[in-house]
């Protein structure tokens, strides 16, 4: 089944229907099942959807409680309806953010001398530690920009610098697939999510490979390879959109000798 979005007929005037419509279908709902997960009659629903009913506020979050949108789509929902948004998104080098940088910055510099890398809700890249700094700089400088995705998918520094290329695309196929799926109508994700579906085009799992219940990342460097186990970190005690949307990808050595490397490399 597709993840992209569908012809949406006899909604378009209305930009609030639309989302909406567009939300729920990206969801697998039907309009009883969010009438039912909301609590609203689904007559009013089939309304809201077609324009010909208008949502209070407490409506529009209502329905986006039911339809477990993130912040930042919850606004777009909002906005949409004529309402104001709710959740403030602070730029990540405010004033405000500054206690939760602080946060971020220790947690990455205890991390060391293993890689530490946080990248926005898109895969962008907001900031690394200095291992992580050494290992992206030749994706970089091929990529010209910052996207993890695209340094991936796009460049033949990747296939020669990653030895389990597949796999790891295959694996962040999976879960930039679900996080199109949450959000529900990002073209963003979809578009990265076309890249990788080209990759994987490309890049095929041999056949008859055996999944492993964890996939590493193997890097090769000009003295060995370099085998990570990946954790990411998700902040979910924040309103502000900005915080919600981060990850904070921590590499951990999957073997004593990537341990052993690292150690030495940093000192």
Request: glycine share 4%.
């Amino acid at each position: 089944m597709s993840l992209r979005d569908p012809a949406l007929p006899g909604a378009d005037s209305d930009p609030f229907a639309a989302l909406l419509r567009r939300f729920r279908t990206a969801r697998r709902m039907s309009q009883l099942d969010l009438a039912l997960d909301c609590d609203v009659s689904a007559r009013h629903l089939s309304f809201l959807e077609t324009g010909r009913a208008r949502p209070s506020r407490e409506m529009v979050l209502q329905l986006a409680d039911g339809l477990v949108l993130p912040l930042s789509s919850q606004n777009a929902l909002l906005q949409a309806a004529g309402f104001a948004p709710v959740f403030p998104a602070s730029p990540l080098d405010s004033e405000a953010l500054g206690p939760f940088r602080a946060v971020l910055q220790d947690m990455m510099d205890r991390h060391a001398p293993y890689p530490a890398i946080l990248c926005d809700r898109h895969w962008v890249l907001r900031a690394a530690n200095s291992t992580a700094t050494s290992l992206l700089t030749p994706l970089q400088a091929e990529a010209g920009e910052t996207n993890l995705v695209r340094m991936l998918t796009e460049t033949r520094t990747a296939q020669a610098m990653i030895a389990n290329l597949a796999e790891v695309i295959h694996e962040m196929r999976g879960r930039i697939a679900l996080e199109a799926l949450e959000a529900g109508n990002d073209p963003v994700l979809r578009t990265l999510l076309d890249a990788l579906d080209a990759a994987s085009r490309r890049h095929p799992l041999p056949g008859g490979l055996q999944r492993r219940p964890l996939v590493p990342l193997i890097v090769n460097l000009p003295d060995g390879q370099l085998s990570f186990l990946s954790t990411i970190v998700h902040f979910g005690t924040s309103e502000d959109v900005t915080v919600r949307d981060l990850r904070l990808e921590l590499l951990f050595p999957a073997d004593d000798a990537t341990r052993t490397a690292l150690h030495a490399m940093a000192s």
